[in-house]
């Protein structure tokens, strides 16, 4: 496995500046320095139409949610996305970058979900926090200004997971869902990270330490909730799109899940980056991939929104397919 020369000259970046990984810092340190790094690569912030918050009611509490609206009257397609953040960083504010290009290039209304962070809230709270969201939000669709049979759920990592396990829940327990967008989600929490212990990029002791803070206890695994790949049935569940990164930890348990989703008879892209490292697709400002990736995600959402496609996108197998192999 050979890094992108983007993803070379990142590590050797961090490398030179002895920028230590989260894992060896507080909770505190490292929950400020993950949204500082995610800034920092997130590239120009793009403008949109409308941007506002409101607080609803949530499991736990009250939950903040984030409305990027772009330009456009009446009801429109939404995005629900959840951030990463191993389910213990990252607020609102992570994925602002990734929500205001989709809600411009799809074009769709995105929301974003302040759910519960562990370990104060350990599994299944996150989850919970989600689902009560999606369902607030679909019940609501009209104040909101939302096609509710136009409404989709993503995420990066933790939020992908998060995005996955509301696909199980709303499965039977509503609301319907038009697709699923899964970045390098993690899938499968029962065995042990793959990959090595890289210090300056993420790693398997990266996926270890999130998941010792999520899951209080290990037997928790086990649940579908968590570990989206074991559960039994993946039938019914809404369209998907999976992007993975080569040298990503959770590169292999995505895959696996895209092909189990193929496998129960659910519509299923996957997209592979060569080279890429887990979160370049939220730093598009640092990788020529994260902009492409973030160009695939909208496409495929414009296609299950059923939105006309771009003119420049039958001209960019980039945009079109993704950068690598791509066997939707």
Known sequence: MALHPEVAAYRAARAAAGTPPLYTQTLVEARAADLAAIRA???????????????????GGELPLRVYRPAGSGPLPTLLYFFGGGWTLGSIDTADGICRRLANAVP????????????????????????AATSWIARNADRLSVDATRLAVGGDSAGGNLAAAVTLLSRTGGPPLAAQLLVYPN????????????PALFN???????????LADPAHARDPLASPLLADDLS???????????????????????????????????????????????????????????????????ERFGLPPRPTEADDPAVATGVGRDDG
């Open 204 to 214: 398997r002791r990266s996926v270890a330490w999130y998941r010792t803070h999520y």
């Open 236 to 302: 019914g569940l809404p369209p998907a799109l999976v992007i993975t990164a080569e040298l990503d930890p959770l590169c292999a348990e995505g895959q696996r899940y895209a092909e189990r989703l193929r496998d129960a008879g659910v519509a299923t892209r996957l997209a592979h980056y060569p080279g890429m490292i887990h979160g370049f697709f939220a730093m598009p400002g640092t990788f020529t991939d994260g902009r492409r990736a973030q160009a695939s995600a909208a496409a495929f959402l414009r």
């Open 41 to 59: 690569g997130s590239g120009v912030v793009e403008p949109v139409t409308e941007v506002r918050d409101e607080r609803i009611p949530g499991p």
């Open 187 to 198: 899938t499968d929490q029962s065995g042990e990270p793959a990959g090595d212990d890289d």
């Open 108 to 131: 769709c209304q995105v929301i974003t979900v302040g759910y519960r962070l562990a370990p104060e809230h350990p599994f299944p709270a996150a989850v919970h926090d989600c689902h």
